[in-house]
């Protein structure tokens, strides 16, 4: 391709963070970024004009991103691809490429990479750690106690009298006794591990493998290795490896936010909870598991069906035992409970001897809206007790988020005096606004969940009220 047609290209993508590829139509290496230059520690000089298997003698035809989207035409999206560089250092890179047209003619490709090396390494390095651990628990003296990777809570560990977490209670316990799927829902920081947990460890698999995964930000190449293992030779680098599910074998694997899980994935655990039998990547033959799958989505069900998130075939296989954990907020009579629970366990920890909270701080505590849930009031507790010395957790003591709330002072209205309804509304709403951005030291996403309002109106809002905004 002529370099006229780069020129205008060139300021503007040696910018950009991740790294750019370009190539011709003979496949000939005319231009790499600043971030290519990192990623994957080409010399340029040596590189530029040069065709792209001779810069990469890994990759091939079939496996370069580049040169098939060169041959089929088609741009092709979020793949990974592994090669070993010049120096012969292992690089992982999640690919979209496209092909560059001129008069309806190929006359090149262009790649944007991402560099996933340290996440494979620290993925990988987990799967090993994971092995290892249960391998160890299984070789021990019968004597011993046998190590339950990862699993270290049981339903005592779980606080609440209310009637919903009673009531969760009880449908965990039931849950332990079957091998059903059980999908569990709720926000972050409601205590959806700690459910896993314990239905396994009250279980009939307890003495078993509990393995965990979070499904959140990973390329489906990789995650699919992770899950099922792989081959030597299956891709660069790539050695015989056990996946999670030979891990978990007899067992129970937890996927943490399966919803975040690629849709061309999906599929793939649908076989294998429809068959029973796993494919490590690369191999043609198979291997039979017996894995108990619980998963947990930090979004309430409808949305995952409404938004696509999760395949409708899939989601019903998963979804058998369904256990949604409440915002605190929404069971605010635990709180009492959960105040002296933290204080107990972290005057423990940090040898101190608070004995309770002040009556201020318990108002602002039973009327605050607790957007981190229980593990925002278990950090706050945390802070006090780590930071200070006392017998009460006083107001002056709490945490940023808590020092401009007031409770039960959200807005006044006087209706002695009537006004144009608009005019009445938008004071309202000012002061609404006003207030949760204050008790949330001006979080957008945090105000905006308080007042159960997407975070774009809440900006709209903001700007049409012309509200002060901190930052």
């Given at each position: ?23 011709d ?59 070993v ?34 996440m ?20 021990s ?42 999908m569990?829902?709720?926000?972050t ?28 930000a ?18 660069t ?11 978990a ?34 191999s ?34 998963l ?78 003591h ?7 709330f ?38 957008i ?6 007042i159960?309002?997407p ?17």
């Open positions: 391709m002529e370099k006229k047609y780069f020129d205008s290209l060139i300021q503007a993508i040696d910018l950009i963070g991740d790294g750019i590829h370009i190539i139509a003979g496949g000939k290496i005319v231009y790499y970024n600043s971030a290519a230059k990192l990623l994957d520690e080409i010399d340029v000089d040596k590189a530029i004009g040069r065709h792209i298997l001779e810069v990469y003698p890994s990759l091939t035809f079939d496996t370069s991103t580049l040169l098939s989207v060169m041959k089929t035409g088609k741009p092709i999206y979020n793949v990974e691809q592994n090669f560089n010049y120096k012969g250092d292992k690089i992982s890179t999640v690919n979209s490429s496209l092909p560059i047209l001129y008069n309806n003619k190929i006359v090149g490709a262009l790649e944007i990479s991402r560099n996933i090396t340290k494979r390494e620290l993925s990988e390095k987990i799967v090993n750690l994971q092995r290892e651990l249960y391998e160890t628990s299984n070789n003296d019968e004597n011993e106690i046998k190590k339950k990777p990862n699993a270290s809570f049981t339903f005592l560990d779980i606080i609440g009298q209310s009637k919903e977490m009673l009531k969760l209670k009880t449908l965990g316990t039931k849950a332990a006794m079957s091998d059903s799927p059980v569990v829902s709720g926000s920081g409601t205590g959806k591990e700690l459910f896993v947990q314990s239905i396994h460890n009250s279980s009939n698999r307890k003495h078993k493998p509990f393995i965990a995964q979070n499904c959140a990973l390329p489906a190449n990789l995650l699919e290795s992770i899950l099922f293992g792989s081959v030597k030779g299956s891709f680098g790539a050695e015989n490896k056990p996946g999670l599910f030979e891990l074998n007899g067992g129970t694997l937890f996927l943490d936010e399966i919803n975040s899980m690629p849709l061309e994935l999906q599929a793939k655990l649908l076989r294998v909870l429809q068959d029973g039998r796993i494919r490590r990547v690369g043609s033959s198979t291997v039979d598991v017996d894995v108990r799958i619980i998963s947990a989505i930090n979004t309430d069900l409808n949305t995952v069906l409404e938004q696509k998130q999760l395949r409708q075939d899939l989601f019903y296989r979804n058998v035992i369904a256990l949604v954990i409440p915002d605190l907020s929404k069971r605010k009579e635990d709180i009492p409970v959960l105040i002296d629970h933290f204080i107990r366990k972290y005057n423990e920890k940090c040898n101190k001897f608070f004995r309770g909270v002040s009556k201020e701080v318990l108002d602002i505590f039973m009327d605050y809206s607790w957007p981190g849930n229980v593990r925002e009031l278990q950090h706050a507790i945390e802070s006090v007790i780590s930071l200070y010395d006392g017998d009460i957790i006083r107001e002056e709490l945490p940023f988020q808590f020092k401009n007031h409770p039960n002072k959200y807005f006044t209205l006087d209706t002695s005096v009537l006004q144009p309804l608009n005019v009445a509304v938008e004071k309202v709403e000012r002061e609404i606004i006003t207030s949760a951005l204050e008790q949330t030291d001006y979080n996403s945090k105000a905006a969940k308080i159960n309002i975070r774009q109106t809440l900006q709209y809002k903001i700007k049409k009220l012309d509200i002060p905004f901190e930052q």
